[in-house]
Nanobody
């Protein structure tokens, strides 16, 4: 059973930065595509960013240039560095892993952007 545990959420002021981390339990992490989604109140869950096993990255247009995703296969972690955060990016951020077509999700971590 794959377990994904997020950390790093919290309250940040508009324009501020935050770093999210996700630790995975599965030993095949290195061959997975991993990433982050988010869900704001009353809205559908949406893609933020993903990174493949080969290191190819994908970003939502709204975060391109402000967010950076990275992974450490030895530590089985995926990180999301977020900067220039906006109030509308307040949401629960979920860690995601796709291992040979099977999807796994973390419990989510709350990010609140507010002054």
């Amino acid at each position: 059973q794959v377990q994904l545990v997020e950390s790093g959420g919290g309250l940040v002021q508009p324009g501020g930065s935050l770093r999210l981390s996700c630790a995975a339990s599965v030993s095949f992490f290195s061959i997975s595509t991993v990433g982050w989604y988010r869900q704001a109140p009353g809205k559908q869950r949406e893609l933020v960013s993903t990174i493949t096993s080969g290191g190819n990255t994908n970003y939502a247009d709204s975060v391109q240039g402000r967010f950076t995703i990275s992974r450490d296969n030895a530590k089985r972690t995926v990180n999301l560095q977020m900067s220039s955060l906006k109030p509308e990016e307040t949401a629960v951020y979920y860690c995601y892993e796709n291992l040979i077509g099977t999807e796994y999700w973390g419990q989510g971590t709350q990010v609140t952007v507010s002054s």
